[in-house]
């Protein structure tokens, strides 16, 4: 399978502690995506990377939230202090630099519970 | 300040066609309609876009209306495996390359 991997689809945690995913995209795609996604909702955007810069953050995407991707390949997205309003899916989406025509592909998610 | 109105959950029978529609009465003329669907406890899947006319691939057809203030998602033989959350989106060509995402529509497939 080469679709987009995220890792580890479920994370429990305590209040209080940082927790971090892993996204790796699809090999030749070098747009990267997180998004928030909470119960009953449509998939929020947070954040993406071009290669290794990060283009645009969401308002979403307050001070405990850090996103990076070294070397324009896998990604990471580190939660500081969690909260229990930090409980969501998180998804990570990849896509070719073709401009808009270029579909997003998303992996399967983390499942974050903050307890 | 959703771009997009669905319904929000249709029902229908398997083996028949499965029309969900989606209104987007403002959208601007550099945006395309895209459609993904989200099955319980996965990501979204894409399905087709397109901008002004027909689109046809093998999960599904995309019937946009020629003021394209308006458009059908047809799946043309729906199973009980297309039961999902359908969203239709608008997908800004500007300033940023994301995705939009509303609530969507549910679709039922039932026996």
């Known amino acids: 399978d080469t679709g987009v991997s995220q890792d580890p689809r479920h994370k429990i945690t305590k209040r209080g502690q940082n927790v971090t995913f892993r996204c790796d995209p699809i090999?030749?795609?070098?747009?990267l995506y997180w998004y928030r996604q909470t119960l009953g909702q449509g998939p929020e955007f947070l954040t993406y990377?071009?290669?290794?810069?990060?283009?645009?953050k969401s308002r979403l995407l307050s001070d405990r939230f850090s996103a990076e991707r070294p070397k324009g390949s896998f990604s990471t997205l580190e939660i500081q202090r969690t909260e229990q309003g930090d409980s969501a899916m998180y998804l990570c989406?990849?896509?070719?630099?073709?401009?808009?025509?270029?579909?997003?592909?998303f992996g399967n998610g983390t499942r974050l519970t903050v307890t | 300040d959703a771009k997009t109105t669905q319904p929000t959950s249709m029902d229908c029978a398997e083996g028949r066609a499965a029309n969900l529609p989606c209104n987007h009465s403002?959208?601007?003329?550099?945006?395309?309609v895209y459609w993904y669907r989200q099955i319980h406890s996965q990501g979204p899947q894409y399905i087709i876009h397109?901008?002004?006319n027909n689109e046809t691939n093998e999960m599904a057809s995309l019937i946009i209306t020629e003021d394209r203030k308006s458009s059908t998602l047809i799946l043309p033989h729906a199973t009980l495996r297309d039961t999902a959350v359908y969203y239709c989106?608008?997908?800004?060509?500007?300033?940023?390359?994301?995705?939009?995402f509303g609530t969507g529509t549910r679709l039922q497939v039932t026996l």
């Open positions: 989406a990849s896509s070719l630099v073709s401009g808009y025509n270029s579909p997003l592909h």
């Open positions: 090999s030749e795609h070098n747009r």
């Open positions: 990377f071009q290669n290794e810069a990060q283009l645009e």
């Open positions: 403002t959208i601007s003329g550099n945006e395309y």
């Open positions: 397109g901008l002004k």
């Open positions: 989106i608008l997908r800004d060509t500007g300033t940023a390359s994301k995705l939009t």
